[in-house]
Each structure stands twice: as C-alpha cells, then as structure tokens.
C-alpha cells in the first residue's frame, strides 16, 4: 500500500459531462502530481503541485484543471469530455520535489462513452 | 514527447535466468528513477540514481547509468514469475523547486515459470 488514496476507482461518463478526481497524498508527502495513462500516449504528465502551489505544467489541457487545497488533498478537474479523455489517471505524491521517489495511488480509470 | 525510451518494448524469459532493459534519454538530468507496474495498478518506485552515480544495487536490482551516453539499464537478477511486470524509467530535469518526472514507454517483462 503506497498510502496515496484515489477516488473513485471507476468512473464512467458521457462526452460533454464534467467530473473530478480526488486525491490525497500519502502522510507527511507535501508534493502531488496527476499523470494520465493511455494505451497510444503511454504515461503522460499533467501538473504538479507543492505544498498548494502549482510548480510544473506538463500535457495538460486547457479543458482540464486541478488544485491543491490547505490539507494537501487535490482534485482534478475534466470538462467537455471527449472519447479521447478516456484513460488511466495516476496521482502521485513524494516528500520533496525532483530528488524523492514518486509513490503512486492505484488510479483512476475514467470511461468516456 | 516522451525523455526515455525504453529497450526492447517486451522481454520474455524463465525463471532463474537475469533480466535487462535499457533506458535512453534526450536531455541532460538530474536524476534516472526506475518503476514498476503491475498490470492496471499503480506505479511502485524501485531505485533511484543521481547523476553524479554510475551503479546502485537494491536486492535483485541492478542500475547503471551512462551520462556521457544518456543510458541506463535495469538488471534484475534470478528472475521469479512474480517479478511479470511492466518497467518504466523516468527522468528528472530541473531544478529542486521545479521540474518534472518524465516516464518512458516501458517494458513488459514476462518471467514464465
């Protein structure tokens, strides 16, 4: 158990619809990043945050949002949702920044329909 | 874009005998992490290795890493079918307070009892 907790563990949706992903980073872990996993993309990063602050920018589109509260605890946040959205989405979280091991949460599988 | 390339995509062997992959990158980092991922889960960190180090051993692990040719490789030794996995290396690049963890395309490795 990496003790990074992600929910829901299923989510199915129609194109259009808006959902969020939830995310709380394992004790004591000030750092928190969102990956997104496909078949054709492979493991793609989106955004990092640390200790509430955004830090790092990746693939992530402008339809797509996310935010670290106070507690540490962050969400995700898909809009306009295409077929294409349809993916395995990781949150990660790590100590520091760069030199610390990333520990993962079991995912997200989001089914865009 | 993907920093890291993996190689070869897929690796098929017995038990008891070594496994290797290798990892190429692009860009000048700061450090080459290795994980792994069970089918559909989450990724689990196994070694970490800074730019200034060419070997780390961690049990069955082994990871070397090549600067001047931007290479590393993964060698787990005496293969057991519980190791069928997929592994990733990912790249750091950037500062301490900035920067992001860059996964390769992976590594399917199946150990055939």
């Known amino acids: 158990d990496s003790g990074v907790t992600q929910t829901p563990k299923h989510l199915i949706t129609a194109t259009g619809q808006r959902v969020t992903l939830r995310c709380s980073p394992r004790?004591?872990?000030?750092?928190v990043y969102w990956y997104q996993q496909s078949l054709d993309q492979g493991l793609q990063f989106l955004i990092q945050?640390?200790?509430?602050?955004e830090r790092a920018k990746g693939n992530i589109l402008e339809r797509f949002s996310a935010q670290q509260f106070p507690d540490l605890h962050s969400e995700l946040n898909l809009s306009s949702l295409e077929l294409g959205d349809s993916a395995l989405y990781f949150c990660?979280?790590?100590w520091g920044q760069g030199d610390s091991p990333l520990h993962f949460g079991n995912g997200t599988r989001l089914t865009v329909t | 874009s993907q920093q890291g390339e993996e190689d070869p995509q897929a690796l098929s062997i017995q038990e008891g005998e070594n496994a290797t992959m290798n990892c190429s990158y692009k860009?000048?980092?700061?450090?080459l992490q290795w994980y792994r991922q069970n089918s559909g889960r989450g990724l689990v960190h196994l070694i970490l290795i800074r730019s200034n180090e060419r070997e780390k051993h961690s049990g069955r692990l082994r990871v070397t890493l090549d600067t001047s040719k931007k290479s590393s490789s993964l060698l787990i030794t005496a293969s057991r079918a519980a190791d069928t996995a997929s592994y990733f290396c990912?790249?750091?690049?950037?500062?301490?307070?900035?920067?992001?963890?860059?996964f390769g395309q992976g590594t399917i490795l199946t150990v055939h009892p």
């Open positions: 990660a979280s790590s």
């Open positions: 945050y640390y200790n509430g602050e």
């Open positions: 990912a790249t750091w690049a950037g500062g301490t307070s900035y920067g992001k963890l860059t």
């Open positions: 860009t000048s980092i700061n450090n």
């Open positions: 004790s004591g872990d000030l750092s």
